[in-house]
């Protein structure tokens, strides 16, 4: 989707102002990061490529850049606002750093990344998709991942049980206003804001990238994406890190 973009946009104000309103909706957001980050580290004898699935504004790919200085990290995203973002937020990578604009809900997007990564990692993305989609991209992964490659995905991984997800929710919303930061807009105040910057009706332009809601907001329980994880091809499936309906979790491609 093309986007012309104004000259002159403090860009670093709105990296700023994207990562507080994430703190506000996600409890130790970066602590998340520092564990796929770890768990990339030791699982892998060599970091050559890695690939960020929803990608957004880059917020996991810098700690990634950070940690494997010789490897090259790839993003994937549908959303121009965002890739622009992250294209500033990661500038001084560019030699190692490449940017994707595809929607994965199509089943060719593998076709513009290369056939093999050691790590494909994503946070708070997949539970946009619905099972079928989700069902898909797993397969997916398995096919771009090297032999012994990892698949790491934060993202919201809801409870079978009503009651413990009404527990976690209320936890999660108590976690939330511990660390949201006095100042950080909510979710329609900042793409409000971020399309006047723009200059583009925000509403229009993200309910025609979106389209309509067909994923899970508590997330699919974990026994869901272990069984299509060891489907798709991988191993030593498990959940890594837990905070109420929130999980990490992955494999090891056979």
Request: overall charge positive.
């Amino acid at each position: 989707m093309n986007i012309q973009f104004p000259t002159h946009i403090d860009w670093q104000t709105w990296i700023k102002r994207w990562d507080r309103m994430q703190d506000r909706y996600i409890p130790r957001r970066y602590e998340r990061f520092e564990v796929i980050v770890r768990l990339i580290a030791d699982t892998q004898r060599k970091v050559s490529r890695v690939l960020d699935i929803g990608c957004g504004t880059g917020s996991l790919m810098l700690p990634i850049l950070e940690a494997f200085p010789t490897a090259e990290v790839w993003g994937i995203d549908f959303d121009p606002t965002l890739l622009a973002l992250a294209k500033k937020r990661l500038g001084k990578f560019s030699e190692r750093l490449k940017l994707v604009e595809a929607d994965l809900r199509k089943p060719n997007w593998p076709d513009l990344v290369p056939a093999s990564f050691d790590a494909v990692v994503s946070a708070t993305t997949l539970h946009w998709f619905s099972p079928p989609q989700l069902s898909r991209l797993y397969k997916q992964f398995g096919k771009i991942l090297r032999a012994g490659g990892i698949f790491l995905n934060a993202d919201h991984a809801g409870s079978p049980s009503k009651r413990i997800q009404k527990d976690w929710e209320n936890q999660r919303r108590r976690l939330a206003r511990k660390y949201q930061k006095s100042d950080a807009d909510d979710w329609d105040g900042f793409w409000l804001a971020y399309g006047r910057a723009l200059k583009i009706n925000v509403k229009d332009f993200r309910k025609k990238l979106t389209g309509p809601w067909v994923g899970s907001e508590q997330g699919l329980p974990l026994a869901w994406h272990f069984e299509q994880l060891k489907a798709s091809g991988f191993e030593a499936v498990d959940c890594f890190w837990r905070l109420d309906y929130d999980a990490i979790y992955g494999g090891i491609r056979k």
